[in-house]
């Protein structure tokens, strides 16, 4: 938090349907990131970005998409490919040699 | 495989020093440890890096060992709103932070 932004904090969605999680940061930082995570579980990547119109695969990218036409935006779509879509999702700027820091997180729940 | 070895839980008493261990035996020469702890609900919380040499900030110490095979997290007067998941997390290269299902910290009033 402190510069980081998600909205919104709890989304609800029927089966089926796509949804578009946001992540916005004013700390000018090139790298964002986002994660998931399941109760009890620790966080896992889905996709990353360094720089503005680029972006790579995390360990679990298979029904998310994202985009980054902003420095200031990564907004994470999470489509009717995702079969258990239902997490914490976690959104975070840094770079790759320095600590990241994280948003306050979303809570999707799929009905 | 894993990257970073914590015990699964852990209580402390209020007041007292709360010691966080961790293993990462397969570090690499340029390789960071990082710490991290999440509230329940809530996003992680940068705490604290170090390379080789111990660190120490406004919220805790860091000694990581000699051979840097381990390291230790120091909370040195934990209070109840420590009680929180810690994350021990070694870099692998590229742009991955991995994180483990760390350590749940419990302080005792």
């Known amino acids: 938090d402190g510069g980081i932004t998600q909205s919104p904090k709890y989304l609800f969605r029927k089966e089926g349907q796509n949804v578009t999680l946001s992540c916005e940061q004013n700390?000018?930082?090139?790298?964002m990131y986002w994660y998931r995570q399941d109760p009890g579980q620790g966080l896992r990547l889905i996709y990353y970005?360094?720089?503005?119109?680029?972006?790579q695969k995390g360990d679990i990218a298979e029904g998310y998409s994202v985009s980054r036409e902003k420095k200031e935006s990564f907004p994470l779509t999470v489509t009717s490919a995702q079969k258990n879509p239902t997490a914490f999702y976690l959104c975070?700027?840094?770079?790759?040699?320095?600590?990241?820091?994280f948003g306050p997180g979303t809570r999707l729940t799929v009905l | 495989d894993a990257k970073t070895t914590q015990p699964t839980s852990m209580d402390c008493a209020e007041g007292r020093a709360a010691n966080l261990p961790c293993n990462h035996s397969t570090i690499s020469g340029n390789e960071y440890v990082y710490w991290y702890r999440q509230i329940h609900s809530q996003g992680p919380q940068y705490i604290i890096h170090g390379l080789k040499n111990n660190e120490t900030n406004e919220m805790a110490s860091l000694i990581i060992t000699e051979d840097r095979k381990s390291s230790t997290l120091i909370l040195p007067h934990a209070t109840l709103r420590d009680t929180a998941v810690y994350y021990c997390?070694?870099?692998?290269?590229?742009?991955?932070?991995?994180f483990g299902t760390g350590t749940s910290l419990t302080v005792i009033p």
């Open positions: 970005s360094q720089i503005v119109n680029d972006f």
């Open positions: 700390l000018n930082h090139d790298a």
């Open positions: 975070a700027i840094g770079s790759s040699y320095n600590e990241q820091f």
């Open positions: 997390i070694v870099r692998v290269g590229g742009n991955q932070f991995y």
